[in-house]
């Protein structure tokens, strides 16, 4: 299923996109921009895994099975990756972003629009991923734009239906990106509340873990509603305290991505979080994990960030306890659980 063919005569140049990073989620969003009729150049950090997308059209190591369109192509040279590229596509592990957008940003058309895939804050700094590319990019808000929802790698790249956020300070720069990754099967809708659309993947992902700790615990579906819908909470009130709309977070960008994080064995941190209520340490967890589930490392940040704010988030913290401190889930749950009862919209 590819989108419509805009090379012919009479007709405007192809949209050119640059997508650095080919792992999974990466992977399937230059699919997405390939059927939407973008010229994608995706850039891998390993040359035999650049080889392999050139030669066999496949990116074996993370989306094994899928055929990449004939538009995208691989290439291990930054430069030529972002050469013209009229949107440059960030999709690495968050708590690398900061060093690899550093040795990029020199090679970067200097009208790009800078496009984050990326859900976590930045440990230390606390910041979004946004705010990590404006800096190091030197770019204002009308050049950075992020893209979110319930969006897991796997589906997207197997082209079942799915909508997404485009987010964008700038609403025409929203429409344009909205326009270059929009396929029968990829629904993007416009957002300009990029705080709150941000804070809403972030946040999703700490509460995908405490929900895979309890399915590891064999806690029930109760305790899995409990969870999804005090964890939605928590993320409005930090949303509420950082000038986010609340609306956002019953969208796509808020309840719908944490419901399918929170739901599917396709999502790595509730995987992780399952792995670590089965009783594994954090260590065997990681050994047996491929790819990076972004919660473990941002669980800490997204408690930095509530402790800034001065916004209580007891299911963040207890994933930080859980997670970093090696407090065992059961005496966790049993803090947890054992708090002061209060109104429920507090």
């Not at 999502?267 to 994990?289: C, P």
């Amino acid at each position: 299923m590819t989108g419509p063919d805009t090379t012919g005569p009479g007709t405007a140049a192809p949209v050119r996109a640059a997508v650095f990073g080919a792992g999974s989620w990466g992977t399937a969003f230059a699919i997405v921009l390939a059927d939407a009729g973008c010229e994608v150049t995706l850039w891998a950090r390993r040359p035999d895994v650049v080889e392999a997308i050139n030669s066999t059209r496949v990116n074996a190591d993370y989306l094994p099975g899928v055929e990449l369109p004939a538009r995208i192509r691989a290439t291990a040279d930054a430069a030529e990756a972002a050469r013209d590229a009229d949107f440059t596509v960030l999709s690495v592990p968050s708590q690398t972003l900061r060093g690899n957008l550093a040795a990029w940003a020199p090679l970067l058309a200097p009208d790009t629009v800078l496009v984050s895939l990326m859900k976590g804050v930045e440990l230390g700094s606390a910041m979004r991923m946004s705010q990590v590319v404006a800096e190091v990019a030197e770019a204002g808000p009308e050049r950075v734009a992020v893209v979110t929802g319930p969006n897991l790698a796997r589906e997207v790249a197997s082209r079942l239906p799915t909508t997404a956020v485009v987010a964008c300070a700038d609403e025409s720069v929203a429409r344009r990106l909205q326009a270059a990754c929009h396929t029968p099967y990829f629904r993007p809708y416009t957002n300009t509340d990029v705080v709150g659309c941000e804070l809403g993947g972030a946040v999703k992902n700490v509460i995908g873990l405490a929900v895979g700790i309890a399915d590891g615990m064999g806690l029930g579906d109760n305790a899995k509603g409990s969870l999804i819908t005090r964890g939605l909470a928590e993320t409005t009130r930090l949303g509420l305290a950082m000038g986010a709309d609340p609306l956002t977070f019953a969208g796509l960008a808020g309840l719908g991505d944490l419901v399918a994080t929170c739901s599917s064995p396709l999502s790595r941190n509730h995987t992780f979080g399952t792995n670590l209520g089965k009783g594994m340490t954090l260590e065997e967890t990681i050994a047996v994990t491929r790819q990076t589930a972004e919660g473990v490392k941002s669980c800490e940040s997204v408690r930095d960030l509530a402790h800034r704010h001065g916004v209580d988030m007891p299911i963040t913290e207890t994933v930080v306890e859980i997670v970093h401190e090696g407090k065992p889930p059961v005496v966790a749950l049993k803090e947890l659980m054992g708090r002061d009862p209060k109104p429920e919209r507090r």
